[in-house]
């Protein structure tokens, strides 16, 4: 597992073909953004936190090729989150 420090952006709900998940915009400096998923459980740990607010996510990194185009992808994906 890795550790992201940040200040999150935004946060977005999405609802793709029933998968809930909230995707977080964390700014770990000025110059790079991570975007993170919380899904199942973890968009409610999620709740707590808004734009603006400073926290560290444990994420791991889930890779995965779409079955329809090909196309490869690579996922942050929220298993711990808590205030710095």
Known sequence: ???IKG????????????HKKKVVTLVPDHRQRAFVEFRGFMMD???PYKENDEIQVSVVLEGK???N???QYNNLVAKEVKAC
């Open 45 to 47: 740990e999620l709740a």
């Open 69 to 71: 185009s090909g196309i």
């Open 7 to 18: 200040t999150i952006e935004h946060i977005e709900y999405r609802d793709m073909a029933g």
């Open 65 to 67: 090729i779409s079955k």
């Open 1 to 3: 597992m890795t550790t």
